[in-house]
């Protein structure tokens, strides 16, 4: 058995004014830089084997600076990246309240939600899902702390809580904690949200 401890990555500008970033490939900011500082040393001796992140520089840094204190191997897998948003990458959630009418119709689709343009997600369910199972493979019995993104994170949730995804769905899932998810022979299983950083 593989053991995932998940979480998001530290703030960023674009987090900061509600701006939908996607898999644009926006940098931390300072806060979200002491954020992950903080993050490394309460994790310290939590007896992680490795990092796992994805290939966008938000999530990268944030592993980067928990490993300053961990020290340990890292890795990453560009499947772990953000949904891709398409045209509504860049506006902000009051923009999308201005298009409440669009966007609840995609909402209704569950898992089916795309933005125009961009990935539906099933589609970041799917490989994301193949990114935790292949790297189980190759590191197994080890328990691996994963840098990710909210979507994604959510997309886990709502899945391995046998949600829809639908409006109303009563996962709890909280951005800034941490999410075990342990993989055994090649099925995902969900641990615990929600658990302290």
Same mark, same amino acid.
């Not at 500008?13 to 509600?18: D, H």
């Not at 949904?83 to 398409?86: A, F, K, L, S, Y």
């Given at each position: 058995m593989t053991t995932y401890f998940c979480m998001r990555h530290g703030l960023t500008?674009?987090?900061?004014?509600?701006r939908i970033q996607g898999d644009s490939d926006i940098e931390l900011c300072d806060e979200g830089r002491d954020m992950a500082r903080k993050w490394g040393r309460s994790l310290?001796?939590?007896g992680f084997d490795c990092? @796992?992140?994805s290939a966008l520089s938000r999530a990268r840094e944030t592993g980067a600076l928990v490993n300053e204190v961990l020290g340990l191997p890292m890795f990453e897998d560009e499947r772990l990246g953000e949904?891709?948003?398409?045209e509504w990458t860049g506006l902000t959630k009051d923009d999308l309240k201005s298009m409440?009418?669009?966007v609840g119709k995609?909402?209704?689709k569950g898992f089916g939600f795309r933005p125009e343009g961009g990935e539906s997600r099933d589609e970041v369910l799917c490989r994301a899902?193949?990114?935790l199972i292949d790297f189980a493979a190759e590191h197994p019995g080890q328990s691996v @702390?994963?840098?990710t993104h909210n979507g994604v994170l959510r997309c886990l949730a709502h899945a391995l809580s046998g949600s829809e995804f639908l409006p109303g769905d009563p996962v709890e899932y909280l951005p800034y904690r941490l999410h075990r998810i342990e993989c055994i022979e090649n099925e995902l299983a969900l641990g615990e949200l929600n658990m302290e950083l």
């Open positions: 500008e674009w987090n900061r004014e509600c310290a001796g939590e990092i @796992l992140t949904q891709d948003w398409g409440r009418k669009e995609q909402e209704y899902c193949d990114a @702390l994963v840098v």
